[in-house]
């Protein structure tokens, strides 16, 4: 009868397994959570780069566009040439110490011809490996005034 009056009492609680499944659940969603963040960040410093690289490849562009067609024949191509980003081009300090490799190629430059085809090509390495970015243009009308 004892043995009986023992079995019958009614426990609360939670079991083993329980609190091992709860565990893992959340265990899992904040390693979810966590690699989410850390891809944003992933994500955030690849753009910064991109952008960094760009305006590097716009800038030096500009700067070709106001040549004169006597001063851009003269021009020789001209590779690695190294930048580092400056507090203007990278305002919130994501990209220090990175190295930006610009180089520029010039195609159907001749003494006669009103048009000049320029590529630049900006190279980096960051977290994810190398990477680079490429600018054309075709340079003509009042340039080669």
Same mark, same amino acid.
């Given at each position: 009868?004892?043995?009986?009056?023992?079995?019958?009492?009614?426990?609360s609680g *939670?079991t083993?397994?329980?609190?091992?499944?709860?565990?893992?659940?959340?265990?899992?969603?904040c390693?979810?959570?966590?690699?989410a963040?850390?891809?944003?960040?992933r994500?955030?410093?690849?753009s910064?780069?991109?952008m960094?690289?760009?305006?590097?490849?716009?800038s030096?562009?500009e700067?070709?566009?106001?040549?004169?067609?006597?001063?851009? *024949?003269?021009?020789?191509?001209?590779?690695?040439d190294?930048?580092?980003?400056?507090g203007?081009?990278?305002?919130d300090?994501s990209?220090p110490?990175?190295?930006?490799l610009?180089?520029?190629? *010039?195609y159907r430059k001749?003494?006669?011809?009103m048009s000049?085809?320029?590529?630049i090509?900006?190279?980096?390495r960051?977290?994810?490996?190398e990477?680079?970015i490429a600018?054309?243009?075709?340079?003509?009308?009042?340039? *080669?005034?």
């Amino acid at each position: 009868m004892r043995s009986r009056a023992i079995l019958s009492v009614n426990r609360s609680g *939670f079991t083993l397994i329980e609190v091992l499944v709860a565990v893992l659940l959340i265990g899992l969603g904040c390693f979810a959570a966590f690699s989410a963040q850390f891809s944003a960040i992933r994500a955030k410093s690849v753009s910064d780069h991109v952008m960094v690289a760009s305006f590097l490849a716009n800038s030096e562009l500009e700067r070709l566009r106001t040549l004169t067609h006597n001063e851009l *024949f003269h021009l020789k191509d001209y590779d690695e040439d190294k930048l580092t980003a400056l507090g203007l081009v990278c305002p919130d300090k994501s990209c220090p110490g990175v190295e930006y490799l610009r180089a520029v190629k *010039f195609y159907r430059k001749t003494p006669t011809a009103m048009s000049c085809q320029v590529e630049i090509h900006v190279r980096w390495r960051d977290i994810a490996g190398e990477r680079s970015i490429a600018r054309t243009a075709i340079l003509t009308g009042s340039t *080669f005034s």
